[in-house]
């Protein structure tokens, strides 16, 4: 085994140990919302959460091993979440039009039940993450060697 292989690299860690805190926190907030302040999730939030659970589970076993290479698994579910997390937010916000809204039965993408705290929307937190997590990709991508 060669030295490359044997020693974890440390310059790819704490990149991938943030996006593990983010998509952790992540995770265990839509949980949260979703269990215990009991508010059903719409169609949207369901696809985000789809990408964004297997993040924290992802990140867990990178930051564990320090593996750098976790971004060639983790940028593609960062990046699809991304996509919806987006187009979620161009409904909230009102910039695509509501004919094409995506929502089926439950709750609405931009009624107030998408605000936290009376006036955090959810749909906005969910593309911070998933940007940040992006992000913190790239630093990882670029202290990884090829």
Known sequence: MSEATARPDDSAWMPTF???II????????LFIGEVMGQAPCDLCWYQRAFMFPLA???TVAALRSDGGAWYYAAP?????WLIAAFHNLLYFQIIPTAIKPCGQGPSCSGEAMLLFGSLPIPLLSLASFTAIILLLIVVRRRTPA
Not at 23 to 30: F, H, R
Not at 77 to 81: E, F, N, T, V
């Open 57 to 59: 589970v992802l990140f």
């Open 23 to 30: 998509a952790l926190v992540s995770t265990l907030g839509a």
């Open 77 to 81: 579910l960062a990046s699809i979440g």
């Open 18 to 20: 943030g996006a593990w």
